[in-house]
T-cell receptor
Framework: DGGITQSPKYLFRKEGQNVTLSCEQN?????MYWYRQDPGQGLRLIYY???????QKGDIAEGYSVSREKKESFPLTVTSAQKNPTAFYLC???????????????FGPGTRLTVL | AQTVTQSQPEMSVQEAETVTLSCTYD???????LFWYKQPPSRQMILVIR??????QNATENRFSVNFQKAAKSFSLKISDSQLGDAAMYFCAYRTSFGAGSYQLTFGKGTKLSVIP
């Protein structure tokens, strides 16, 4: 089955530690995204990548970093510089608006990060 | 920057009845895409329905349909014959069709829908 996987489902981190969230897709999608979701809020874009070895900052990139070394993978590192990292993190992917004009995004199941 | 507003934080509907969720957005563009996503308690985001601004006809997917009013910048979601499985958070989202921004979705804050048996 094609889809997006995120691991782990729950993650606990001590203050001052960096932590990396995994996102893998086997949909052959070009673009991948990371969102943060807080209670009572919509999703906010952290980073996105249109192609391998290229990525752009979203609205709330401070304290986060990403890499895109493979088409299938787009890991997100939450650094100690992120002031309030406790949140639900969602990864998404889309094919390309050159192929599908709607370029709708498909989401993974998410990772809940808690800073202790 | 575009903004998306969902003015109803919570709504409820009786099973088998119809409910309409509101969404308005602010944009100066003429071509764009609109989406409704559903997030059930599992928190998996699921695409419900999509609409392109240039298409006059309202999109329909089984029991889900939209009322797209371009001049009013309104994109409401109607759920007919509501089922218990429809209980979820519903998010309205906007995407521009031009340039690098075409990869960015702007979400509303969501409407929590409860379905009463």
């Amino acid at each position: 089955d094609g889809g997006i996987t995120q691991s782990p489902k729950y993650l606990f981190r001590k203050e001052g530690q960096n932590v990396t969230l995994s996102c893998e897709q086997n949909l052959n999608h070009d673009a991948m995204y990371w969102y943060r979701q807080d209670p009572g809020q919509g999703l906010r874009l952290i980073y996105y990548s249109q192609i391998v070895n290229d990525f752009q900052k979203g609205d709330i990139a401070e304290g986060y970093s990403v890499s895109r070394e493979k088409k299938e993978s787009f890991p997100l590192t939450v650094t100690s510089a992120q002031k309030n990292p406790t949140a639900f993190y969602l990864c998404a992917s889309s094919i390309s608006d050159r192929i599908n004009a709607y370029n709708e995004q498909f989401f993974g199941p998410g990772t809940r990060l808690t800073v202790l | 920057a575009q903004t998306v507003t969902q003015s109803q934080p919570e709504m409820s509907v009786q099973e088998a009845e119809t409910v309409t969720l509101s969404c308005t957005y602010d944009t100066s563009e003429s071509d764009y895409y609109l989406f409704w996503y559903k997030q059930p308690p599992s928190r998996q985001m699921i695409l419900v329905i999509r609409q392109e601004a240039y298409k006059q006809q309202n999109a329909t997917e089984n029991r889900f349909s939209v009322n797209f009013q371009k001049a009013a910048k309104s994109f409401s979601l109607k759920i007919s014959d509501s089922q218990l499985g429809d209980a979820a958070m519903y998010f309205c989202a906007y995407r521009t069709s031009f340039g690098a921004g075409s990869y960015q979705l702007t979400f509303g804050k969501g409407t929590k829908l409860s379905v009463i048996p």
